[in-house]
């Protein structure tokens, strides 16, 4: 091999190194490893969002398109119950202390409460458009966010409104910070954050950052109290600062995203994208979060959930072709 020859090769070697970083344990698929699929029953369209029971190790979620809850039980790997009629399903909380599911019901416009036993109808609030759900430990209140711009709190035991707390625009994801009692809301029209005192029930600030719009899931990292932003217009995580609101970074993303998590012990954000892949982020030394990993996944599994306790991330898949019906994937994070 004569000299120049081996320059362009070394000069090869480098740039490939350059633009594929060498591979490390991670990188070999370790950082969510694929344990278990369970196949659901339901027709061809979107599921919604997921709620947990870490107890009994089931898993509750809201088949969008079958206008259905369907309960899973993940120790035995089979759904277990599915109750229909629930127009628009969307959102989905659980309340262990009462042992209580909480149902957001868009089309009809109403909040269903379901015993977590019998699975029989407890009690139906009216809720215009109800969508997303949180339950608050702390204060054994339940969070529907529905269509008159406004957060609703209800009291899981006796299920009397607690209060009502108007938004500046219809409210999207939401998240709880019981700690320091506040809420997180993303509004869509307009995109704005707004911070909620949970003590009070009242909002104490806007935030409205300019380099994105369309805001729909969101994550807090409680520790350094940073805001994650999942946006579509551009598709980016966009980070705050939940303090002042100020814009701190941004990221590139796949399309369509509809799910948000962090994962605070690893220091990653996990986003389920429509466009059909999981997109893994890991923090680096700036601070900021950036895509080490894009896991194809299929064309409308953009729901998920990633529970921190038993470190598993669960990701609803649509209706395949030649497949029974939905499923859910079950993910083992990582070091």
Known sequence: MNRNSRHLKRFVFVFAALIWPMPSKADDGERLKLIQTIQI??????????ALDTKGDRLFVTSLSNNSLDVVDL?????IKQIPKQGKIQGVCYAPDVDRIFVGNGEDGECNVFDGKTYELLHTV??????????????RLVYVGHAERALTALDAKT????????????PEAFQLDTARARAYVNTVRPSMVAVIDLAKHEVIAKYAPTSASSFYPMALDHVNQGIFIGCRNPAVVLALDAKSGKELWSTAIPADIDDLFHDAKRKRLYASCGEGFLAI??????GR???????????LARTSLFDPESSRLFLGVPKQV???????????TGP
Do not use: C, S, W
């Open 41 to 50: 029953q339901g027709v061809e369209g979107r599921l919604d969002h997921f």
């Open 75 to 79: 120790k035995a790997g089979k759904p």
């Open 126 to 139: 009216k809720l215009p458009d109800a969508d997303n759900v949180r339950f608050d430990a702390a204060t």
């Open 159 to 170: 299920f009397a409104v607690k209060a009502t707390i108007m938004l500046p625009g219809q």
């Open 281 to 286: 982020l890991e923090a680096k030394n700036d």
């Open 289 to 299: 979060y950036e895509v080490v990993e894009r896991m194809p996944t299929a064309k």
């Open 322 to 332: 030649g497949k029974p019906g939905p499923e859910i994937r079950v993910y083992q």
